[in-house]
């Protein structure tokens, strides 16, 4: 079977899922997906071992016929992104700009040598022989937060304005950083030259930097190229082209494409959305992008829960599993509290945010396709077949899992909690303004 028709037989069954979700489960489409495939797999590999059906080799052989990583960073990546940045209203990003900032940074790197160090020293006491550069480029992959599964999850909340605007601003924009961090330590650990500071400076102007500049050309041509046209179809058609040959332009140049998408999703949703559209398109744009990002997001989401098909997990896999879970968990909270610590001194806000932070922060594909980038062969238990690929991979697989089911479907009473403690403080400003004035009246009259 071709890889087209098996992404055709894929998109089906996201699709079935989808449906029988919005009939009889109610529950977010995307953990409804995951969660289904699942089970599907789950039920391939039982039936396989107590021989009622065999389907796991065909099944294995399908979703391994898809290369997930080229799929992902190569492919539907560049819309998923832009469909997100033309979602960020700008005068929101503006107001939270220094938050974003750090958490996208300084919280990331935080949390990439915690978790490095602190799972270094658990394989000491486990005795599992894992190499500190090993457990530092887990680190690297699994910090940043995931904007697709973010945006496609804690996104359609409706949290407080604040804390969606951190959420969904930090993980489209720590994909750069994020990234810098993993192929440094990815060449230390693989590599033949060891990186210095000059060429890690120079990888992240390149990717980062450039990524944001080129962005924001792409988003300037086609805005004009927008304008120039009052085809309602035309209009619609070409915001097609940025995440396609704008994102292909992007790998030819070394930028990093997935801020070059957010860039310039953010500057056509701002922008281009109210003086280049014509009001019919302006209506559609929104409808347009919603209906692309949710099939893509449903084929993508269902191939992480298929994945299942492609491992054989060992008892020393499992072990990893169970430590990567809280691990990943207390570095994110850590790394959310020590910024708020520092945000606090200049601003109020909301009780909740720490919390929503922490448990809003999912993982998804993105980290996945870097998991599975790693070479094979570099053995941590000859005897088993467990190699570094292996294990780094199941642990990825697991928070990925974790963050999406668990995470993604218990965080509403969290935002809810938000909703309401964001209703007080409102409330109890407005008091504050109108005491205020009479006061000062008193005063003056005394």
């Not at 309602?232 to 704008?246: D, F, N, Q, R, Y």
């Amino acid at each position: 079977m071709s890889v087209y028709y098996t992404l055709c037989f894929l998109s089906a069954a996201a699709m079935m899922i989808a449906f029988v979700n919005s009939k009889i489960g109610k529950m977010q489409t995307t953990i409804a997906i995951t969660a289904g495939s699942m089970m599907l797999s789950l039920l391939i590999l039982v039936a396989g071992q107590n021989n009622w059906f065999h389907l796991t080799e065909i099944a294995t052989r399908t979703v391994s016929s898809i290369n997930f990583e080229d799929f992902l960073l190569k492919g539907i990546l560049g819309f998923l992104l832009f469909a997100g940045g033309l979602g960020i209203k700008l005068p929101n990003l503006r107001d939270q700009k220094w938050e974003i900032t750090f958490l996208a940074l300084g919280a990331t790197l935080f949390s990439t040598f915690f978790i490095g160090f602190v799972l270094y020293g658990i394989t000491i006491l486990i005795n599992i022989h894992f190499d500190l550069v090993y457990c530092l480029l887990f680190g690297a992959l699994i910090s940043p937060t995931d904007p697709i599964a973010v945006l496609a999850i804690v996104k359609k909340l409706n949290a407080p304005r604040r804390i969606s605007t951190q959420i969904e601003g930090e993980s489209l924009f720590n994909d750069g950083f994020g990234l810098v961090i993993f192929v440094t330590i990815f060449t230390i650990a693989f590599g033949t030259e060891a990186p210095t500071i000059g060429s890690v400076t120079e990888l992240f102007a390149r990717e980062a930097l450039g990524g944001i500049a080129y962005g924001f050309v792409l988003g300037l041509i086609f805005h004009y190229l927008i304008s120039a046209t009052n085809d309602h179809s035309m209009e619609l058609l070409l915001t097609i082209g940025v995440p396609t040959s704008g994102y292909a332009f992007a790998e030819v140049l070394h930028v990093s494409g997935p801020l070059a998408m957010v860039v310039s999703g953010i500057m056509i949703g701002n922008w281009t959305r109210f003086i280049g559209f014509s009001k019919e398109s302006e209506d559609h744009l929104d409808h347009f992008w919603e209906l692309v990002d949710e099939f893509l997001n449903g084929v993508l989401f269902l191939l992480i829960g298929m994945s299942m098909l492609l491992f054989e997990f060992h008892e020393e896999d499992w072990i990893m599993m169970a430590i990567a879970i809280p691990l990943v968990l207390a570095a994110r909270y850590l790394s959310v509290l020590f910024s708020y610590v520092g945000f606090k001194r200049y601003r109020k806000y909301n009780p909740w945010s720490v919390r929503i932070l922490t448990w809003g922060g999912l993982r998804g594909g993105l980290a996945l396709a870097m998991a599975l980038s790693i070479p094979s062969g570099i053995w941590i238990i000859p005897d088993k077949l467990i190699d570094v690929k292996e294990i780094i991979l199941v642990m990825t697989y697991a928070v990925v899992v974790f963050s999406i089911l668990v995470q993604g479907s218990t965080i509403t009473p969290m935002i809810e909690k938000a909703k309401l403690a964001e209703a007080k403080m409102t409330a109890d400003e407005e008091t504050k303004s109108e005491v205020s004035p009479a006061t000062s009246s008193e005063n003056t009259q005394s």
